[in-house]
């Protein structure tokens, strides 16, 4: 017995493309103008069937699809429903098993498909789908109850003294100082610049890529102020490196024995702080101007608050 596929790809047939949602929107608007209240002639679907090139029963079924719609007055939807409904169906997968396995076995894709002997591709549809998620994880600070008495304890000493208690308010901040700071790398291990065809490759030196000189920046900031809606202070005090000036001993081709260099200072200590010559500056401003407190947030000084003045 032959098989019937077999006869029509020996006659030199091909199977029809299914058509694409643009083409069904045509077959349908065509059908419509071609209408007589909503009736089509014998012939019609036959005919519209052979000039877009597709069967009579799907022309049929564009048409069966719109009636309902072209009589309760809605949009005519005749987009095809095959999407999602055909070829081979899923085999589901029970992902519960994942709960018992430790978190520390579960860290990548490979480690969970290896451990629930799911592929890795049916673990990214799962996580498309929303079955299976992504979590990045960090590391939060352990508080005891010394610390967190000690927090609730800062937050309550700034509210304000003077609101009602019906009313209560934080205080204005405006007699504080915020002081953070920032490394800046001299330079950094790669860089990419835009030359013209004509010009020399830089040429850049360090005596080791692994301990490349930094240097820091203590940035100095408050809270800004507003008069009548407009802005007479932005809050920006300044942005001040901790470096020290020496004069080069010797000369070299760079410089002239005796010329004054800009030197990083390695180890910042709570001494080398609280010695450098802008901040005692800094200090006696603040006294001038009538402010009271400074706040000084370094991770250098362990994140505590040093009352200055």
């Not at 927090?151 to 901040?173: G, H, P, Y």
């Amino acid at each position: 017995m032959s098989c019937p596929h077999f006869s029509f790809k020996l006659l030199g047939g091909s199977r029809r493309k299914d058509a694409t949602n643009e083409v069904r929107q045509l077959v349908f608007q065509t059908l419509l103008a071609r209408s007589n209240n909503g009736r089509l002639g014998k012939k019609v679907t036959g005919e519209v069937a052979a000039q877009f090139g597709l069967g009579l029963q799907t022309v049929q079924k564009i048409w069966k699809r719109s009636k309902p719609s072209l009589a309760q007055g809605n949009v005519v939807d005749v987009k095809s429903r095959k999407r999602g409904r055909s070829g081979r169906k899923e085999t589901p997968i029970d992902l519960e098993p994942l709960r018992n396995i430790p978190l520390n076995e579960r860290m990548t894709l490979d480690e969970v498909s290896r451990r629930l002997h799911v592929g890795k591709a049916k673990l990214i549809r799962y996580m498309r789908k929303g079955l299976l998620r992504r979590h990045s994880n960090n590391i939060k600070p352990y508080l005891t109850e010394a610390n967190k008495k000690t927090r609730l304890q800062w937050c309550v000493n700034m509210i304000d003294q003077e609101s009602t208690s019906n009313d209560q308010r934080f205080k204005a901040l405006f007699d504080h100082v915020y002081i953070d700071e920032k490394w800046f790398f001299l330079t950094q291990n790669s860089a990419k610049y835009y030359l013209l065809p004509d010009e020399d490759d830089p040429h850049r030196t360090s005596k080791s890529k692994n301990y490349i000189p930094r240097l820091m920046f203590l940035c100095v900031t408050a809270r800004p102020r507003f008069r009548n809606g407009v802005c007479i202070f932005d809050g920006k005090i300044g942005c001040f490196p901790l470096v020290t000036y020496e004069q080069a001993k010797r000369s070299s081709v760079n410089r002239q024995a005796g010329t004054w260099e800009v030197k990083s200072i390695a180890h910042i200590t709570r001494d080398v702080l609280l010695e450098s010559l802008w901040l005692k500056e800094f200090c006696r401003l603040l006294k001038q101007n009538g402010l009271e407190r400074i706040l000084l947030n370094l991770s250098i000084l362990s994140r505590t608050m040093l009352h200055l003045i």
